[in-house]
Nanobody
Framework: VQLQAFGGGLVQAGGSLRLSCAAS????????IGWSRQAPGKEREGISC???????YYADSVKGRFSISRDNAKDTAYLQMWSLKPEDTAVYYC???????????????WGQGTLVTVSS
């Protein structure tokens, strides 16, 4: 089983990035995929989730600026980020869970994280 997050990098404020979460070794179609992030010195924050049926959820901090999607044919989920702010700087993680998005989603499988740095 593998879950790999990639696509992070350095971007100026106002810019955009697309993160990818590539999965293998499990039935991707049946899993919800969540994105979370952890900034230096802060707790991990769940920011977005997409259920197996395509329903999407966003934290208020990213609503309207981030978009989550999935391509089951490629076993890959995406997090498109626009209008990035310096406070979006963090390590971004993806996780997969057979539990639908919501409070019970804890992440059965986790990716290794990808660093996003937004300069002012």
């Amino acid at each position: 089983v593998q879950l790999q997050a990639f696509g992070g990098g350095l971007v100026q404020a106002g810019g955009s990035l697309r993160l990818s979460c590539a999965a293998s070794g499990f039935a991707f179609d049946d899993y919800a995929i969540g994105w979370s992030r952890q900034a230096p010195g802060k707790e991990r924050e769940g920011i977005s989730c997409i259920s197996s049926d395509g329903k999407t959820y966003y934290a208020d901090s990213v609503k309207g600026r981030f978009s989550i999607s999935r391509d089951n044919a490629k076993d890959t989920a995406y997090l498109q980020m626009w209008s990035l702010k310096p406070e979006d700087t963090a390590v971004y993680y993806c996780a997969a869970d057979p539990t639908p998005c919501g409070r019970a989603f804890i992440g059965h499988y986790w990716g290794q994280g990808t660093l996003v740095t937004v300069s002012s």
